[in-house]
């Protein structure tokens, strides 16, 4: 569990009390898992009934960044996609400080994540991760996906110590190719809007309906919004893609599952030519970013009460197996 900075319900009782109207807080718990913000369940009492909300405090984005984040994610709420709500006070505002760090509080939604997901989890993701894009159309923000190539470009370099020399080979010739793939005319025709960029199976929820049947699994939501950021459609699939459809070795592509989430996608939205052709590119785009962010997260680990960064030669090896596509 990553919880920086701990509240107490003492800490929030009278503040969710008079600035909101969900009630009175009757109990708030650090979540396990999540290495970026410190995020709690908070239960409210109203009207004799309990509500369930996630309280989150923004560890290292900015209130400059955060509006993007929280109201992509009304925006896509209001349009019927299932994700998190964020909470207004009294004043209309969705974003608040809390011991002097931005935090929100938004809805929980229902359901578990599903680590071993079949083909019809991945088909589900990709259906909806279409609508999404789509609905995201006409959201009137714009901000940069922060952990684009200006931040790998800024990152590495601060991590290269810490690699063997074949990974630092690899690191600086990805680096290389993806730096002429992002300024190429192929790369500048690619359709693009509000994206997750961090749909991994851990953001996902599927409700089971009350039945211990896989099978019967609906999508819960897509929730952890705050890497998103206005960025090509296609690395988006790609992120989703990497982390939806490892075959058991854990690098490859399993064909059942990402042949399900690509024709699941694709049923919404079919991918342009030019997508097409700058797929693999974009897999290993995607593989990139994680493979940074994680070693990143290893060799410069910040303070937590407890924190499990995640294993960066994961993506490391998923960067050599799309780059032998
Ligand atoms: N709106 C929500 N509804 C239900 N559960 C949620 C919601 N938001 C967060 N959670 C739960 O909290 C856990 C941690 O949240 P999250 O993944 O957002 O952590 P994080 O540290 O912000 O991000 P990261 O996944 O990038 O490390 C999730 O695994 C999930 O169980
Ligand atoms: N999904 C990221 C964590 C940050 O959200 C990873 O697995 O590296």
């Known amino acids: 569990m990553a919880v920086f900075t701990p509240i107490e319900l003492s800490d929030i009782s009278q503040w969710i009390s008079q600035d909101f109207d969900i009630g009175q807080a009757i109990e708030i718990h650090g979540i396990h898992g999540g290495i970026e913000n410190s995020n709690f369940f908070l239960d409210t009492l109203k009207d004799g ?4 909300y996630v309280l989150t405090i923004f560890e290292r984005l900015s209130a400059e960044q955060l509006p993007y984040y ?12 299932p994700v998190p709500m964020p909470i207004e006070n009294h004043r209309g505002e969705i974003l608040f400080t809390l011991k002097g760090k931005p935090a929100a509080i938004v809805t929980k939604l229902p359901g578990l994540s599903r680590m071993q997901p079949e083909a019809k989890h991945c088909a589900l993701v990709g259906e909806m991760l279409a609508k ?4 995201g159309k006409d959201f009137s ?11 790998w470009q800024k990152t590495i370099p601060l991590v290269i110590p810490h690699l063997s020399t074949a990974q630092k080979d690899l690191i600086t010739h990805e680096l290389a190719a993806q730096e002429q793939f992002f300024s190429s005319s192929a790369y ?4 693009q809007g509000a994206s997750h960029c961090d749909l991994f199976r851990d953001n996902v929820l599927f409700d089971p309906k009350g039945t211990a049947d896989s099978s019967q699994d609906q999508l819960g939501g897509f929730f952890d919004f705050y890497f998103a950021g206005t ?10 893609v990497n982390d939806w459809c490892l075959a058991e070795n854990k690098q490859d592509l399993d064909p059942e599952r990402y042949e399900a989430l690509m024709k699941a996608y694709q049923s919404v939205r079919a991918l342009t030519k030019e997508e097409q052709a700058s797929w693999p590119l974009m897999l290993r785009a995607a593989a990139l ?33 799309r780059r032998s596509l």
């Open 141 to 151: 923000k714009t901000q940069e996906n922060l952990r684009s190539l200006g931040w």
């Open 70 to 81: 929280l109201e992509l994610m009304r925006h896509l709420a209001l349009q019927g996609i």
């Open 289 to 321: 970013r994680f493979w940074v962010s994680r070693l990143w997260d290893f060799y410069l680990p910040r303070d937590a009460q407890m924190l499990t960064p995640h294993d960066p030669t994961h993506f490391e090896r998923i960067l050599l197996s």
């Open 49 to 52: 009934k309990k509500q369930e």
């Open 188 to 191: 500048d025709a690619l359709p």
């Open 132 to 135: 999404m894009h789509l609905a």
């Open 231 to 240: 960025d090509k459609w296609l690395f988006d699939l790609a992120v989703t």
